[in-house]
């Protein structure tokens, strides 16, 4: 094929097909809908991928010999969710549809997955808008039937006025069927139209689309109608006319303000309303009503549990309500049902274990800095540590609980309109979520999302999710100072953490991410279901594993480097190495010069600082490092709870629980790790990781200062 194809503007990818002589079909559809299956059935050998002219965007293309003979040409064009373009895959399969009259292909092969019906016809129905005649390849058929009764190819015919083939391109299954309809729909001398803009009718952009459409028609070589829907979602596509753009813009202007009049979402607020929502929401309503007309329930059906629990769940009263009230009973049972298992490790640890290292070290008559590497540094460091595994378990197996159910698909939905505040689409709470587990596969995640503005302002805001590393801190400050009230001190750190999201969201949008655009939620919900005990025994496992793996060596590193810092005299006359006071330390003296920076919120020590600062590093370095710390400077059995207690007593002037506060809310808000930095970096870029890093830092401090002396009036 030659790569050297001409065109301007949207739709201007020339298809050299069209100087083969073939027939140009195209495939469409959703990604992962079995499509390439579909395209190597039929073209077998006979195909090639490479860029697509004039673009960098990789597409196959072969040859399709129909039963009868026939050469056809095809193109598996790219996966796509839309025909408003988010990424340069989307764009092309837009421009190839939308190409002027002549350009676009002659047919276009829609694989419809049947298990997902309702986000596959949402971009049906764009296409319905091209013009182009359409057959439909039903894919996925017996995945939908496992899930209950799939549409079925005579029914969605009926209700789609398209062809619809059941096909199944591992075994070849069907092919033959959409070959033929294929054929008819390039031989027809008048073209068999869809029921273009169905999707439309009785919805309140109707009249204004079909006014549009008519004033675009001739005017532009692109498909008038696609484009009419286009401009009302504030795509600004080139060659149109700016009479029409005005047309366009005082249409969407005229369905905002009709749809606020009418009272519809009052409570959402006028701002929430505009043409794309309502388009979209049109588009998803035909698409439901289809799949309700082609695979009815059973006459005198009674709504399945999934629906009547979704009715309660997903409503706007209860829906938020309900998700706080089960983070909360999580965060609660969590440090209930962990702190007896906590406390009977941790003595094991300090007692039998760290006495028996010292016995056996002294009978081996080990050096005395070893000995001390080896007791004070790893098996205090690492032994706090352990004495989280119970709470890692019980908090990891209620999330897994939670998400095998189907639950969290329904937060992410519950959490669309408090994403909507940042105009973020609900799916950025999935990645937002995952950082509640750790902050590095979070900005991983941000992927997910279209747009390149929402990636990046969920990437700067995913730090501020309260991953479990800074649980095991919370659990550990909060039941030293707040005793009972620690689960409901841990609750209220992960909402903190969300509105901190919301807040810094509210901040940074519009300073860094101006005319960042919304778009409407896609998400499959899941039915509800009940665990298993083999699944949620992999996922605590896994989860548990990659937490011990990560922390492991964190901490073993962490422990060993304090412990060196700590062993080596600062100045000269202050003892030898391994002999020093610890406040006289390298270590000690760096940490005492922080101290006062953080004064102001109540915990200027240096032993706080200290913890702080590998904690930047990690955050589970903050527990070993206090263990470090208060260990290095008692004789004796050393007694973490009395030693924070008495230092943040004198720090605070008397006011240590507000300290201790103000302590937790800064392990919040600043960097979690060196990790975290260096994957927000690969995501988002080097300027804007060390923008957030100021910004987090800065917070963190404003934010601590602010709580310490709000809260010691209180305490």
């Not at 998400?523 to 989860?543: D, F, I, M, S």
């Not at 200290?610 to 007694?639: F, R």
């Not at 927000?680 to 060390?690: D, K, P, S």
């Amino acid at each position: 094929m030659s790569c050297h194809a001409t065109g301007a503007g949207a739709g201007a990818t020339a298809t050299p097909e069209r100087w083969t002589g073939l027939p140009f079909v195209a495939l469409v559809g959703n990604p992962n809908v079995g499509k390439s299956t579909l395209f190597n059935a039929l073209t077998g050998a006979h195909q090639r991928v490479g860029n697509w002219p004039g673009k960098t965007v990789c597409v196959a293309q072969g040859d399709w010999r129909t039963a009868g003979g026939r050469p056809l040409r095809v193109a598996d064009l790219p996966g796509s969710y839309s025909l408003l373009p988010d990424s340069p895959d989307e764009a092309l399969v837009r421009d190839v549809l939308t190409a002027p009259e002549g350009e676009r292909p002659d047919a276009v092969v829609f694989a419809l997955d049947a298990a997902n019906p309702a986000r596959n016809l949402y971009l049906l129905s764009q296409i319905l808008d091209t013009d182009i005649p359409v057959v439909v390849a039903l894919t996925m058929t017996d995945v939908a039937a496992r899930r209950g009764a799939p549409p079925g190819p005579e029914a969605l015919a009926r209700e789609l006025a398209l062809p619809v083939v059941r096909v199944e391109g591992r075994s070849g299954t069907g092919l033959d069927l959409l070959a033929d309809a294929v054929c008819e729909a390039l031989d027809a001398e008048a073209p068999r139209r869809a029921r273009t803009s169905a999707w439309a009718v009785g919805s309140p952009v109707a009249a204004e689309l079909a006014e549009l459409a008519a004033a675009a028609s001739g005017l532009t070589p692109h498909p008038a109608r696609w484009l009419a829907a286009g401009l009302l979602c504030g795509e600004e596509p080139p060659e149109v006319p700016a009479e029409l753009a005005r047309r366009a813009g005082a249409a969407a202007d005229r369905l905002a303000e009709a749809e606020a009049e009418a009272g519809e979402g009052a409570d959402a607020g006028e701002g929430d309303i505009d043409a794309e929502l309502l388009v979209a929401e049109a588009r998803y309503a035909w698409a439901h009503a289809v799949i309700e007309r082609a695979a009815p329930r059973p006459a005198g059906a009674r709504p399945t549990l999934t629906d009547r629990v979704d009715r309660l769940l997903l409503s706007r009263g209860f829906g938020i309500p309900f998700f706080l009230a089960v983070m909360w009973g999580v965060f609660e049972a969590t440090t209930v049902l962990a702190k007896p298992l906590q406390d009977g490790l941790g003595d094991f640890v300090s007692g039998p274990v760290s006495g028996g290292a010292d016995r056996l070290l002294e009978a081996l008559h080990a050096p005395g800095w070893l000995t001390g590497l080896l007791v004070d540094g790893l098996i205090n460091g690492v032994g706090q540590l352990l004495t989280f595994v119970p709470l890692m378990i019980i908090m990891f197996l209620l999330l897994a609980l939670l998400e095998d159910s189907g639950y969290f698909a329904r937060a992410a939905f519950v959490a669309d309109r408090l994403m909507r505040t940042l105009k973020l689409p609900g799916r950025a709470f999935l990645p937002l979520v995952v950082g509640f587990g750790c902050n590095v596969p979070a900005l991983a995640g941000t992927r997910i999302l279209n747009r390149r503005s929402h990636r990046l302002l969920v990437g700067l805001l995913i730090p501020y999710m309260s991953c479990t590393a800074r649980l095991a801190v919370y659990v550990m400050i909060a039941g030293v100072f707040f005793g009972s009230n620690s689960g409901t001190v841990v609750f209220f750190l992960y909402v903190a953490s969300v509105l901190l999201v919301l807040g810094m969201g509210l901040i940074l949008r519009p300073l860094l991410f101006r005319g960042m655009k919304e778009e409407p939620l896609v998400l499959e919900l899941p039915p509800y279901r009940l665990p298993t005990l083999r699944v949620t025994g992999a996922q605590v496992r896994q989860k548990l594993a990659a937490f011990l793996r990560t922390a492991g060596g964190i901490i073993v590193a962490t422990a060993a480097a304090v412990w060196l810092l700590m062993a080596i005299p600062a100045a000269a006359g202050h003892g030898g190495f391994g002999k020093v006071d610890v406040e006289q330390s390298a270590f000690g003296t760096v940490t005492r010069a922080t101290a006062p920076l953080v004064a102001p919120a109540g915990f200027g020590d240096w032993h706080a600082t200290a913890a702080l600062g590998t904690g930047l590093i990690a955050k589970e370095g903050v527990i070993s490092t206090l263990a470090q710390t208060y260990s290095a400077e008692e004789d004796g059995d050393p007694q973490l709870t009395a030693s924070l207690h008495a230092t943040f007593e004198e720090s605070s002037g008397g006011h240590q629980r507000a300290a201790a506060l103000a302590f937790l809310v800064f392990i919040l808000a600043y960097t979690p790790c060196f990790a975290t930095l260096a994957a927000q970096r690969a995501e988002i870029g080097t300027r804007l990781t060390v923008i957030g890093f100021g910004i987090q830092l800065t917070a963190a401090w404003l934010l601590a200062v602010g709580v310490f002396q709000i809260a010691r009036l209180v305490w």
